[in-house]
């Protein structure tokens, strides 16, 4: 999926530019680099909505993570000059505008029972399940286009939508058919997968098997079970034998299913 130009390439793309820069920047903040530490630039007083503050802790230094990742993630695409090396670059800065977007600005209150007259702050980066699931919704909504007459940028493919800014993604062909499995496209299908009979996500079976029906097979396997804790310090288990129903989903029944596989 990645070789291709989808848009779950243009997110694959997004989320792993923006997993780089924050891994970065929390090495950086814990003292695991010897290139980088916390930002410098947070030092002294300032003033925000609630009054002055001093700059203190360690606030991360999601610029010099941020400037790595442009570095490390995009030297492929740089030597490139083709339509997937423009999609990729804008997924690229996506991703890391996303970690931006959710860095926080926390502080711990001093004074007589916590009253607050001086404030000590520092910037910390959000949970990266907030950066994910934002990038989730860009993917969701990510905008097709097609590359511009001199080879320098891209337009969008439908001028009903708008055109993208430096957080959308965007995405220059259509997503092959992900149920059926095609190695030309790189699709591996669903027949075969396991998936869940009662939930009503994307694991369902009801999703996952593409409305083609699921088989179940009951299996024996050991599982830890009655497990005691004992002083001190270690929990100890049994083995179990237990039986449980496997639900795999089924294979398409045209021909033309088998003679891409």
């Known amino acids: 999926l990645v070789v291709s130009g989808s848009r779950?390439?243009?997110?694959?793309h997004a989320i792993s530019s923006a997993g780089v820069v924050f891994a970065i920047t929390r090495a950086c903040s814990q003292g695991e680099l010897k290139s980088c530490s916390c930002d410098p630039k947070k030092k002294g007083s300032a003033k925000d909505s609630k009054g002055h503050f001093d700059w203190g802790g360690c606030s991360d230094n999601i610029d010099y993570g941020v400037k790595f990742a442009r570095a490390f993630v995009d030297a492929k695409e740089r030597k490139g000059k083709d339509a997937r090396a423009l999609m990729n670059l804008h997924n690229n800065r996506a991703g890391r505008k996303a970690v931006k977007r959710f860095l926080k600005q926390e502080c711990k209150c001093h004074g007589v029972s916590g009253s607050c007259t001086l404030r000590t702050c520092w910037l910390a980066m959000a949970d990266?399940?907030?950066?994910?699931d934002y990038l989730w919704k860009k993917y969701n909504g990510a905008i097709q286009v097609v590359m511009n007459q001199d080879g320098t940028g891209f337009t969008v493919a439908n001028k009903r939508f708008k055109k993208p800014t430096k957080n959308d993604l965007v995405y220059f062909e259509s997503s092959p058919d992900y149920c059926i499995r095609?190695?030309?496209v790189g699709s591996?299908?669903?027949a075969g997968r396991v998936c869940n009979q009662t939930?009503?996500?994307?694991?369902?079976c009801e999703v996952m098997c593409c409305g083609r029906g699921y088989d179940t097979s009951r299996v024996s396997r050991m599982t830890k079970c009655e497990c005691k804790f004992h002083w001190c310090c270690a929990v100890r288990c049994q083995d179990c034998l237990e039986v449980v129903d496997v639900h795999t989903c089924k294979a398409p029944k045209s021909a033309g299913w088998i003679s891409r596989t």
């Open 182 to 184: 095609d190695r030309d």
């Open 128 to 132: 990266f399940r907030k950066t994910g």
């Open 8 to 12: 779950e390439s243009a997110f694959v």
């Open 199 to 204: 939930s009503r996500g994307m694991d369902s």
């Open 188 to 190: 591996l299908g669903t």
